[in-house]
């Protein structure tokens, strides 16, 4: 087949999955709690994304490390464990909320002060890298703005 017959059937076919556009998520109310130094801290936020994708991992520079964690009941015990990825089913909101899924920071390089932002970067399966702040609420907020 000739060059230009490839590039005309290309063409006609449109575009392909492997060119297709990653799905844009957008991020609704972050916020996170006060926390001291060498502790540990949550992160909240709402997830939309136009096309399924997944929540892969997250990062700060204020944090050794980021884990995605969910509360399971054990019993009469709520216990925290790290998740592999948070599901984003396209069209839906996914909350990220105190009691369910979350952002766990482990390892505080500074405290988060109220009124402060804390940086945290969001790592999609097909999204991509999406870095937002998270501004620091009182240390018993249960929502965003409290």
């Known amino acids: ?8 059937a290309a063409a006609l076919l449109g575009p392909c999955s492997a060119f297709a556009q ?11 709690r ?6 540990q801290g949550a ?3 709402t997830l939309r994304s136009a096309g399924a994708d997944r929540l892969l991992s997250a990062s700060s520079p204020a944090a050794n490390r980021v884990e995605l964690h969910t509360h399971l009941r054990e019993g009469d015990v709520m216990r925290m464990r790290p998740v592999e990825a948070i599901d984003l089913p396209a069209g839906t909101a996914v909350t ?11 390892g505080l390089k500074q405290p988060f002060e109220q009124g402060t932002q804390v940086p945290v970067t969001l790592v999609f399966e097909r999204a991509g890298s ?9 240390a018993g907020a249960r929502m965003h703005g409290h």
């Open 1 to 8: 087949m000739t060059t230009r017959r490839i590039l005309l």
């Open 22 to 32: 990653a799905p844009t998520v957008t991020v609704e109310n972050p916020w996170t």
């Open 34 to 39: 006060a926390a001291r130094a060498g502790g």
């Open 43 to 45: 992160g909240f936020l």
């Open 96 to 106: 990220l909320q105190p009691g369910g899924f979350h952002l766990m920071f482990m």
């Open 130 to 138: 999406v870095t937002v702040q998270l501004p620091v609420q009182g």
